[in-house]
């Protein structure tokens, strides 16, 4: 348990640290060198089209994760002592947390990154929340391999390119031909892939589970649901305005169920 609670604190730290380098690489790093075209309009110019984009990514992805710490899943009753509340659990839309120490309505699963339970009030963000980390990262890594690409005259043009460059980089940056910030760049390059791989999955495997209308909690426990439309599934959690919740996280384009819990 003290583990747990250890990754609990850690996890949140490592997200954030790794979007600090981002921002720092695409401010001081792939912006200016973007600059350098005289040809560009001045309306429409790669660093200013990169620098809105990647900024409307991060504001989403960063909003979201806010959100999701901040819609906490409702605390069956947080007056009530701990074995208190795990005799009262009803199974099977809630289930007790050891790291939260709370028993949680519409329990899906527990997020470290977030340092938060995934539930209903916060489902709809952790899905944005993972959806726009996951292209954050792989425009980040789209940027980073144009930016090695014009630094060091890499081609790559070629399918295995990209997996190459890692352990050809490592042998290079030894004999002195790649500097230090140019490997820095290349490492974070795989983590981009690996972060937005992992994101984009999970984004997938939670939409799928919202269409038939399951936690992952439920799955684990093989518990059957009730079948209903997917189309009611999918209203449940991210309400009827779901394309502005898509493009501006705000509070009032959250769930339904989450606002009759709040009348």
């Not at 009530?80 to 709370?102: D, E, I, M, N, Y």
């Not at 230090?180 to 490492?187: A, N, Q, S, Y």
Request: a positive charge.
């Amino acid at each position: 348990m003290l583990a747990l609670r250890l990754l609990n604190v850690v996890a949140p730290a490592y997200f954030l640290c790794i979007s600090l380098v981002t921002f720092v690489l695409q401010l001081f790093l792939f912006l200016p060198s973007m600059r350098e075209d005289p040809s560009a309009a001045r309306l429409l110019s790669p660093a200013l089209l990169h620098g809105a984009f990647f900024l409307f990514l991060s504001t989403n992805a960063l909003g979201n994760y806010v959100l999701v710490i901040q819609n906490s899943p409702d605390d069956l009753d947080a007056g009530q002592g701990t074995a208190a509340r795990r005799a009262l659990c009803p199974p099977p839309s809630t289930h007790f947390c050891r790291v939260c120490a709370r028993v949680t309505l519409r329990h899906d699963h527990h997020c470290f990154f977030t340092g938060n339970c995934i539930g209903s009030r916060n489902m709809r963000n952790f899905i944005l929340f993972c959806l726009y980390t996951s292209l954050a990262c792989l425009y980040s890594m789209v940027a980073g391999v144009a930016y090695i690409s014009a630094v060091l005259s890499i081609s790559f043009a070629h399918p295995l390119a990209f997996l190459t460059l890692l352990p050809t980089s490592i042998s290079q940056f030894f004999s002195g031909a790649v500097l230090g910030p140019e490997m820095f760049v290349i490492l974070m390059l795989y983590l981009w892939f690996a972060v937005g791989l992992a994101c984009a999955g999970f984004c997938c495997h939670q939409l799928l589970l919202i269409l038939r209308g399951q936690t992952r909690h439920q799955v684990r426990k093989g518990v059957a649901v009730r079948a209903r439309p997917w189309r009611k599934n999918l209203q449940e959690v991210f309400g009827k305005r779901w394309l502005l919740g898509l493009l501006v996280p705000m509070f009032n384009v959250g769930s339904e169920s989450s606002k009759q819990r709040d009348k």
